[in-house]
Every structure is written in C-alpha cells, then in structure tokens.
C-alpha cells in the first residue's frame, strides 16, 4: 500500500511539472532584444571576469548597456548610500572619542541619539517613497541629500545633547528617501541574473565605506584634533558634511529615473526604448499613480507584504555591531584610533560574504537558501553572544558575525522585487513601510535591550536578538511558503528567465513586442528601399 501511495505520489509530481511546461510563456532571447550574435561566446578572460561581474561575459550590445547603467546608477547609490554610513558609525566613534566627555554625556544620551534619528526616518520613509511615486527621483532623493549635508554639519556646532536631538530627528527625515529609493531604482533597471549582485554591492557601500570610514575618523581626530580650537570628533561632522554637496549635484544627472519615464541625459534613445522592452520581456510592470485606496489594498487586505516585513523588522532590531567598540573600550587595551580602527575586519568580512553570496544567488538564480545561510550566522553571533562566558576569541568571533551575516538585506530585497515585480509601487513601498516598522521598534527597544550603563554585556538583549533570529527563520519559509501558495491559487507562471508572470498579460506584452520589432523592421526595410529607388532615379544619397 505504502508503495503504491509513493507511486502515485510521483505521478501527480510529474503532472504539475508537465502542466506548469505546458502553460509556461514562450522562452525570450535578450540576444533578439538587443540585435547580439545569439552564437557569442565571451573570450577566457572576459569570461573569467564575468564570474565576477556578470557585464564582462555578455554579448557587445547588451554589455556596453549594463555597464552604463552601473556607471551611473551604482556610483551615485554607493558613494550616497557610504556617506550616509560614515555618520552612523561617526555619531558611535564621536562618542568614544571625545563627545563623552565635552558633552557630559553619561545617561543614555547615545542610545537616544539614535532614537531621535529614528524616529525622523519612521516618519519621513513612507511618505518620502509616496512622493517618488509623484516627483522624480532624480529630483527628489539629491535634494533631500543637500539639506542632509547641512544638517550633519550643524552637529558639529552642537553645545548639548538637546541640540543634537533635533539635529538627529531632522537627518533620520531626510535620510529616509535613500535607502528604499535606490532599492526601488536598482529593482527597476536589472534582470535577474544582475540584481543581486547591485543590490548587494549598494548595500556593502556601507561597509566598505565604514572600513575606509574608520581610518578617515581616525585621522581625523589624529590630525585635527584641537585645530582652530575645534575638538577632533567636531571635526569629523564637518567633513562628513562638507562630502555631501558634491555627490547631491552629481545625483541630479546620473539618477535615470524609470524606464519608463527616463530623461536621462546619459542614456540615448535606443537606450531608453531598450530600457523599456526589456522590463516587458522579464515581466516586471511599470510604475502606476499611487492613490490611497491602493496603499490600503496593499497593505491591509492582503496577506503579502507581511511575511516580508516581519523578516524586514527582524533585521533591522537584531543587529548587534554597533555596540563591539563598546567591548573593545571596556577591556581597557586599545587606544581611541585602535577601538575606531579594529571594526573594520568586520565590515571587510561583511564585504567578502556579501558580494560571494550575492554572485552566487544570481548565478544559481535562487533567493531563499542562501537568505537561511546569512540569517544563520547572524542568529550564531547573537546565540554566541548570549551564552557570554566564553574565551576573548569567541566573543571577538560573535560580534564579527553580525557583520558577516550582512547579505540579508540585500537578498530579501532582490527576492523581494522578484516576487512582487507585478506591482511597481509595492516593490517600491516594501523597504520604507519596513524602514518605518524597524524605526518605531529601535526607538525604544535599545534602550530596554542594550542600555548604555550595562555596557558591555547585555544580558538580556542579547538573548532577545538570538529569539529575533529565530522569529526571522519561520518568516522567511512562510515567506516562500506563501508566495508559493498564491502563484498556484491565482494560475500564475515561471517566464523564461524564472520569475512570476500572469501568462496571458506576459503574452499580450510579448505580441506588443513582437509587433513594435516589425514595425521597427519594416521602416527600416522601407527607408533601404527608398535609398536604392533613389539611386537607381540617379538622385544624390540621402545622408
């Protein structure tokens, strides 16, 4: 009996697996889309450096279109999203480097640093990614960057905490934008076998950023402490601000905006028209007027967003990494330049596992296991962390570990603008409404886990991170649990390049396609024509 139930089993397997060939949409060629040679094949050493970077081993056209698009794109969105990081871990090396002492800082003035910029970001992200749905990008996210340079500037000029308060509320306000905005852009321009790795390496910016970050601080403070009369960790605000102008005017030209609305200055026609087709071959949706009613839908009467957004919050109130400069100082061995320096290995080892997981999602075009593996070493780190009385190695192995289990966000951010690539706005209100969440529970959930006289062991907080881990395990399979479930309630289908199409809205866009490409065609054709009737009359060429 047993036997035959297993028989039977498997038949059933092989039918679904039968039915889903059967409805799967025609398979699409970008080598077709951008006029490539579907026979290239890349030479050893550029296909040795698109092991690394995918660019380097596609056909001509398409290479030269995705490399123009990292060139822009990526370099505003890294050095943007880096110096934004250079002020969180500057208002976290200040503190250790002088601001302590200068301010009479003693009581839980750091933690509520941070609970002031959060709470600024829990107000501005949402409504900061509503107003992209209405004002460009392009001209909304360097803006909001112009008014945030100012405002770190004025911490520096800071006599009491109070000040740095409103100070940290405004800077949380118009940091908002930032993060989820480029997430939505990023999701907006790449295919599949790309996106993981931008959204991985926009997200390492920050890392990579407080590893360079850590040694400008720390030269900072070496060389300027005391210039003009200016305390060294002062100086670190002015410079960090004084970096921003630039990059905002820079912001203005490289952000393209949406495919399907780019002015882009840097992109030409034929780059604009690819821009578009292509986000119709993978089946991603353009972006559509956002109303009340449809955020309401979004959120509140369906179940989608939410195995998301719990992983999302998770993340964001389990992190443990800013407070290992608080255990570096409290062993009384390191110097102020040593504890702002010794972080850095931690955001080289988030670098070196981001970028590797990030290669290998796109490579084996999969999402959820190597989200399990990341979201394991940071549960190992806090695990670690909570049991405590452990050797010096061990503890100085935990806090490196919520470093190295960094890919996270990048991960569910591309799985994310997978899975939900049928709605635009969704996509893009995902990581505010997240960032909004995360920010109302770190307003005042550090101050409970890790308050600052308890420095640098947090009992109890670090036992409620390692249950947050857990928490973050069962959302992320419900996650793909359920994404499961309503692709097979709703008749949805895998396209070509593995990603969830509604078949025949998929096919109607292919026939689009297919027509244009003729139309295309046939001007073409028409205006050859037209040439040799020209010259056989014995007109001049045309030009």
Request: charged share 20%.
């Amino acid at each position: 009996m047993e036997k035959k139930e297993v028989v039977l089993e498997t038949v059933r397997e092989v039918s679904k697996q039968q039915d889903s060939a059967i409805n799967a949409p025609p398979a699409v060629d970008m080598n077709d889309i951008f006029q490539d040679d579907p026979d290239y094949k890349p030479n050893k050493f550029m296909a040795t450096l698109g092991k690394v970077w995918d660019s380097f081993e596609k056909p001509p056209n398409q290479r030269r279109y995705i490399q123009k698009l990292d060139l822009f794109i990526l370099s505003y969105s890294l050095l943007s999203y880096g110096l934004k990081s250079i002020d969180v871990s500057n208002v976290s090396n200040a503190y250790v480097s002088g601001m302590k002492e200068d301010l009479g800082l003693y009581g839980q003035e750091r933690n509520l640093f941070t609970t002031f910029f959060n709470i600024g970001y829990l107000v501005g992200s949402t409504p900061s990614q509503i107003i992209i749905n209405r004002i460009r990008p392009s001209l909304w996210i360097p803006s909001c960057e112009l008014v945030w340079s100012c405002l770190v500037m004025g911490i520096a000029a800071a006599k009491n905490a109070k000040t740095i308060y409103g100070l940290r509320f405004l800077l949380g306000v118009f940091e908002s934008c930032s993060y989820p905005g480029f997430a939505y852009i990023l999701g907006s321009w790449y295919g599949p076998d790309e996106l993981a790795k931008r959204m991985g390496v926009y997200d390492l910016a920050g890392y990579a950023a407080n590893m360079v970050g850590g040694s400008i601080q720390a030269g900072i403070y070496q060389g300027l402490n005391g210039v003009h009369g200016i305390a060294g960790w002062r100086w670190m605000f002015i410079i960090d601000g004084c970096m921003g102008f630039p990059i905002a005017f820079w912001g203005y030209y490289s952000i393209p905006d949406f495919p399907n609305n780019t002015r882009a200055l840097w992109l030409t026609k034929k780059d604009k028209e690819l821009g578009m087709v292509r986000m119709l071959a993978l089946g991603r949706r353009e972006p559509r007027k956002l109303t009340p009613r449809r955020f309401f839908q979004m959120f509140f009467m369906s179940w989608r967003p939410w195995p998301f957004m719990v992983s999302y919050v998770m993340l964001w109130i389990s992190g443990t990494s800013s407070y290992f400069n608080l255990w570096l100082k409290s062993l009384n061995r390191f110097s102020v330049p040593q504890i702002n320096l010794i972080p850095t290995g931690g955001y080289a080892l988030g670098l070196v596992t981001g970028f590797l997981m990030a290669n290998l999602s796109d490579r084996t075009h999969v999402r959820f296991p190597w989200l399990m593996l990341a979201t394991f070493i940071r549960f190992l780190g806090s695990l670690l962390l909570a049991i405590w009385n452990v050797p010096y190695g061990v503890i100085f192995f935990a806090n490196l570990c919520s470093y190295m289990g960094e890919p996270v966000w990048s991960l569910l951010l591309t799985w994310a603008a997978e899975e939900f690539q049928d709605d635009a706005e969704l996509r893009g209100l995902l990581a505010a409404v997240g960032n909004s969440l995360g920010s109302a529970f770190s307003m005042w959930l550090p101050l409970i886990l890790f308050p600052t006289p308890e420095a640098p062991h947090y009992k109890f907080g670090y036992i409620v991170t390692t249950v947050f881990d857990v928490i973050d395990f069962i959302a992320l399979l419900a996650f793909l649990l359920m994404s499961r479930y309503d692709r097979n309630k709703k008749g949805l289908v895998l396209n070509s390049f593995g990603l969830v199409v509604n078949r025949e809205e998929y096919l109607a866009n292919l026939e689009e396609l297919k027509m244009d490409d003729n139309r295309e065609r046939s001007d073409s054709v028409s205006e050859e024509e037209a040439i040799q009737v020209a010259e056989h009359a014995g007109a001049p060429k045309k030009e």
